[in-house]
């Protein structure tokens, strides 16, 4: 901070300074000395005579009382002052000269400032004697004003600064007047305090004025700190995804207008952005950007293709303002019809390109010709769908480039070519069965004739003996046949056929044996034989275990044979099983038997025996009985015994047994029951099979005559049995149905 006061001098009253007698040398206190003079050296030599015009220069106060006066060592010099205001030029004060008396001029200063003391002559000589002079301050006068040290600033440019102090300033003789010097930019040039629009770097000094006209001064340099360039470019459009935006003044802060605080950032998407920055130094800065991003477009005119057809159609896609292919087409598509890479490139509305490349592949078409459809009797057809190296498929599963058939039917074949085009053929094939004729080898036959068999039947046939049927029977012979068949095919075969007698062969009659048994079978007629059992022998032995049939061919020396067959029937063990129902007293037994021939059935109670299959039988004491059933069959018998119990004998009603009437029996399942009662009786009527399970039910009260048609439609064949049930007993009676 530099200071310094500038002092204005304003005019002063002229005061008359009187002449004193001389005093002692001159007090060393506000003694002017050689370095206020002007001219240099007026009081430093004793001998120099001064001449008029020579002066001092004082500082004065507004208000103080000053005496000014020379001093030397010899009274008797005289010299004439005078005061001056040094700004002015106006006369404060002066003496008149009278040799041998001390020079004296007394002033009360009116201002703050410079006063010019003038030597104006010289009466007296001044030789060898010393010449000083001296102004004395009598008195402390209003004072200098002061100002508060104002700093130093800075700040950005184009902002603005305040300068100056909130001091009103101190000393000196109020009132004050303030002026600031440059007014340039200032908003307040006559306050202590003002704002400064900053532009450039500026020293600005403040002036105090008292009412005296005394005044202090006060610089302030205001230094201007250069606001941060911004410059984020000019606004554009281009074809893109993104652009790095920099605002640069790296070090500083930063506010986008998309939020972010970076140096830079990246712009996605169309719009203004813009960026405010603050430098270290706390300098602002901003710019804006208009972008236009326009994505570049997408342009695809599709994979690489091949077609078999003789071109193929491109398209790059709707909504472009330009298209360009290398085929020289500008529109959407093109049309392709050679072999190679095709390229196209588009522009959009605002400019921006995409290309697209597509390798393209136009592959000749195979032509498939499998020629006229085919009639012919028997043998193969050669089918030859031709493009070698290519890939078949035929309609019978076969692969191969020629396909050889040999049935009728539509045959088509699909060709791919190596370059994957497709093409077919299809013919119908027919072959008509060639009749196959096979008389067999030449051959000696054993016997006196033989038949001889075209086969195919529903042909025609023509004999070498003239006979037109399928088969003929010769004898000894040279013999041949020709088969033309519906479609008009042709066979024919020949045959030599010699005769021999054949052996009469017989494997003996047949045989029955029971399980577990074996026989021996024995064949005649032959020289050799050959059983179905692999045996080689005139005889075998054999066992077995269901009924075999056998059969033997027998050899003789010319090798003719003839065969019989003889059956081994194996007759199954007798098996001795029954069932039984009680009902009242009767017993009724279910023959279970198998390979039975005979039945014998002891029914425990000393009663004949009864060689029935299924009998019943009525007890005539309660009691626990023993059955036993033997039978027998072919291959021996079996014995099958049962222990029932007996408890209802003597409960049967005696009308029921003397007027009971059941016919017909057998029947079908209807029959007719009925009865009559000595008087009224509750009765209850069931029909029972043989498991005891009662299939039909019938309860009537206080009858005296019963007679009524039952009918069992459900019923199985069988045994069944009616049980008739009153208070005074129980009555049974079998029926047998047959359907």
């Given at each position: 901070?530099?200071?310094?006061?500038?002092?204005?001098?304003?005019?002063?009253?002229?005061?008359?300074?009187?002449?004193?007698?001389?005093?002692?040398?001159?007090?060393?206190?506000?003694?002017?000395?050689?370095?206020?003079?002007?001219?240099?050296?007026?009081?430093?030599?004793?001998?120099?005579?001064?001449?008029?015009?020579?002066?001092?220069?004082?500082?004065?106060?507004?208000?103080?009382?000053?005496?000014?006066?020379?001093?030397?060592?010899?009274?008797?010099?005289?010299?004439?002052?005078?005061?001056?205001?040094?700004?002015?030029?106006?006369?404060?004060?002066?003496?008149?000269?009278?040799?041998?008396?001390?020079?004296?001029?007394?002033?009360?200063?009116?201002?703050?400032?410079?006063?010019?003391?003038?030597?104006?002559?010289?009466?007296?000589?001044?030789?060898?004697?010393?010449?000083?002079?001296?102004?004395?301050?009598?008195?402390?006068?209003?004072?200098?004003?002061?100002?508060?040290?104002?700093?130093?600033?800075?700040?950005?440019?184009?902002?603005?600064?305040?300068?100056?102090?909130?001091?009103?300033?101190?000393?000196?003789?109020?009132?004050?007047?303030?002026?600031?010097?440059p007014t340039t930019n200032l908003a307040t040039p006559a306050q202590p305090s003002s704002t400064a629009t900053v532009t450039a770097t500026q020293n600005?000094?403040?002036?105090?004025?008292?009412?005296?006209?005394?005044?202090?001064?006060?610089?302030?340099?205001?230094?201007?700190?250069?606001?941060?360039?911004?410059?984020?470019?000019?606004?554009?459009?281009?074809?893109?995804?993104?652009?790095?935006?920099?605002?640069?003044?790296?070090?500083?802060?930063?506010?986008?207008?998309?939020?972010?605080?970076?140096?830079?950032?990246?712009?996605?998407?169309?719009?203004?952005?813009?960026?405010?920055?603050?430098?270290?130094?706390?300098?602002?800065?901003?710019?804006?950007?208009?972008?236009?991003?326009?994505?570049?477009?997408?342009?695809?005119?599709?994979?690489?293709?091949?077609?078999?057809?003789?071109?193929?159609?491109?398209?790059?896609?709707?909504?472009?303002?330009?298209?360009?292919?290398?085929?020289?087409?500008?529109?959407?598509?093109?049309?392709?019809?050679?072999?190679?890479?095709?390229?196209?490139?588009?522009?959009?509305?605002?400019?921006?390109?995409?290309?697209?490349?597509?390798?393209?592949?136009?592959?000749?078409?195979?032509?498939?010709?499998?020629?006229?459809?085919?009639?012919?009797?028997?043998?193969?057809?050669?089918?030859?769908?031709?493009?070698?190296?290519?890939?078949?498929?035929?309609?019978?599963?076969?692969?191969?480039?020629?396909n050889t058939v040999s049935a009728s039917g539509t045959y088509s074949v699909q060709v791919i070519s190596p370059g994957g085009c497709t093409s077919s053929?299809?013919?119908?094939?027919?072959?008509?069965?060639?009749?196959?004729?096979?008389?067999?080898?030449?051959?000696?036959?054993?016997?006196?004739?033989?038949?001889?068999?075209?086969?195919?039947?529903?042909?025609?046939?023509?004999?070498?003996?003239?006979?037109?049927?399928?088969?003929?029977?010769?004898?000894?012979?040279?013999?041949?046949?020709?088969?033309?068949?519906?479609?008009?095919?042709?066979?024919?075969?020949?045959?030599?056929?010699?005769?021999?007698?054949?052996?009469?062969?017989?494997?003996?009659?047949?045989?029955?044996?029971?399980?577990?048994?074996?026989?021996?079978?024995?064949?005649?007629?032959?020289?050799?034989?050959?059983?179905?059992?692999?045996?080689?022998?005139?005889?075998?032995?054999?066992?077995?275990?269901?009924?075999?049939?056998?059969?033997?061919?027998?050899?003789?020396?010319?090798?003719?044979?003839?065969?019989?067959?003889?059956?081994?029937?194996?007759?199954?063990?007798?098996?001795?099983?029954?069932?039984?129902?009680?009902?009242?007293?009767?017993?009724?037994?279910?023959?279970?038997?198998?390979?039975?021939?005979?039945?014998?059935?002891?029914?425990?109670?000393?009663?004949?025996?009864?060689?029935?299959?299924?009998?019943?039988?009525?007890?005539?004491?309660?009691?626990?009985?023993?059955?036993?059933?033997?039978?027998?069959?072919?291959?021996?018998?079996?014995?099958?015994?049962?222990?029932?119990?007996?408890?209802?004998?003597?409960?049967?009603?005696?009308?029921?047994?003397?007027?009971?009437?059941?016919?017909?029996?057998?029947?079908?399942?209807?029959?007719?029951?009925?009865?009559?009662?000595?008087?009224?009786?509750?009765?209850?009527?069931?029909?029972?099979?043989?498991?005891?399970?009662?299939?039909?039910?019938?309860?009537?009260?206080?009858?005296?005559?019963?007679?009524?048609?039952?009918?069992?439609?459900?019923?199985?064949?069988?045994?069944?049995?009616?049980?008739?049930?009153?208070?005074?007993?129980?009555?049974?009676?079998?029926?047998?149905?047959?359907?």
């Open positions: 901070m530099r200071k310094f006061i500038r002092n204005h001098f304003l005019p002063i009253l002229l005061i008359i300074c009187i002449p004193v007698a001389a005093t002692a040398q001159c007090a060393n206190d506000n003694i002017l000395t050689a370095g206020d003079l002007t001219p240099p050296g007026v009081f430093l030599s004793t001998t120099q005579n001064y001449t008029t015009g020579s002066y001092v220069l004082a500082t004065v106060i507004a208000g103080a009382n000053y005496t000014v006066s020379t001093c030397n060592g010899n009274p008797s010099f005289d010299s004439q002052i005078s005061v001056y205001n040094d700004l002015t030029g106006t006369y404060i004060a002066y003496n008149d000269d009278y040799c041998g008396v001390l020079s004296t001029c007394s002033f009360t200063a009116t201002f703050c400032g410079q006063v010019r003391v003038l030597l104006d002559q010289y009466y007296c000589s001044s030789t060898g004697y010393p010449l000083n002079v001296q102004m004395t301050q009598n008195s402390a006068g209003a004072g200098v004003p002061t100002l508060t040290s104002t700093p130093d600033m800075q700040a950005c440019n184009g902002g603005t600064v305040t300068i100056g102090t909130a001091n009103n300033g101190t000393g000196g003789l109020l009132p004050y007047t303030y002026s600031w010097l600005y000094t403040l002036t105090l004025t008292d009412a005296n006209g005394c005044f202090a001064h006060d610089t302030v340099l205001v230094t201007t700190l250069p606001n941060p360039t911004v410059n984020l470019g000019n606004d554009t459009s281009f074809c893109g995804s993104s652009l790095t935006l920099n605002a640069g003044n790296f070090g500083s802060t930063y506010l986008w207008s998309t939020g972010a605080y970076t140096q830079q950032i990246t712009a996605t998407q169309s719009g203004v952005y813009s960026v405010t920055i603050v430098t270290p130094l706390g300098c602002t800065g901003s710019d804006a950007i208009t972008l236009g991003i326009h994505p570049f477009p997408t342009c695809s005119i599709g994979a690489d293709t091949s077609t078999c057809n003789p071109s193929v159609t491109l398209s790059a896609g709707p909504g472009f303002s330009t298209y360009a292919w290398t085929t020289g087409a500008t529109t959407q598509s093109a049309v392709i019809s050679s072999t190679g890479t095709v390229a196209v490139a588009v522009t959009d509305a605002f400019g921006c390109s995409a290309s697209d490349t597509a390798v393209v592949t136009i592959y000749t078409t195979p032509v498939v010709n499998l020629g006229p459809d085919v009639i012919q009797c028997g043998g193969n057809v050669s089918l030859n769908a031709g493009n070698p190296g290519s890939l078949y498929f035929w309609s019978n599963n076969t692969s191969a480039q020629i053929d299809a013919v119908n094939i027919t072959i008509n069965n060639q009749p196959t004729v096979n008389l067999g080898p030449d051959t000696a036959v054993c016997g006196s004739t033989i038949v001889l068999d075209a086969a195919n039947p529903g042909c025609t046939y023509l004999w070498s003996t003239l006979a037109t049927t399928q088969t003929e029977t010769v004898a000894s012979g040279h013999y041949f046949v020709h088969v033309t068949n519906s479609a008009g095919c042709t066979a024919s075969d020949t045959i030599i056929v010699s005769t021999i007698s054949a052996p009469t062969v017989s494997a003996g009659a047949n045989v029955n044996i029971c399980t577990g048994q074996n026989t021996t079978l024995t064949a005649t007629g032959a020289l050799t034989y050959v059983w179905s059992t692999g045996a080689t022998t005139p005889s075998i032995t054999v066992s077995p275990t269901t009924n075999t049939t056998y059969y033997v061919t027998g050899y003789n020396a010319s090798g003719c044979s003839s065969s019989d067959v003889v059956t081994v029937n194996v007759l199954p063990l007798s098996n001795a099983q029954f069932t039984e129902t009680v009902i009242g007293a009767t017993g009724v037994f279910t023959n279970q038997s198998t390979n039975a021939v005979t039945y014998s059935w002891n029914f425990g109670d000393a009663s004949p025996a009864n060689n029935t299959a299924n009998p019943s039988h009525v007890y005539s004491i309660n009691g626990t009985y023993t059955v036993t059933l033997t039978v027998t069959g072919p291959c021996g018998s079996d014995t099958y015994t049962m222990v029932i119990t007996i408890s209802q004998v003597g409960l049967q009603d005696n009308d029921l047994s003397s007027t009971l009437s059941l016919f017909p029996n057998p029947n079908d399942g209807n029959f007719t029951l009925s009865f009559d009662f000595t008087k009224t009786k509750d009765v209850t009527i069931q029909v029972l099979d043989v498991s005891g399970r009662i299939v039909f039910v019938d309860q009537e009260n206080n009858v005296m005559s019963y007679n009524k048609q039952i009918g069992l439609d459900n019923a199985e064949s069988g045994m069944y049995f009616v049980r008739i049930m009153t208070t005074e007993g129980v009555v049974i009676q079998k029926v047998m149905i047959q359907r």
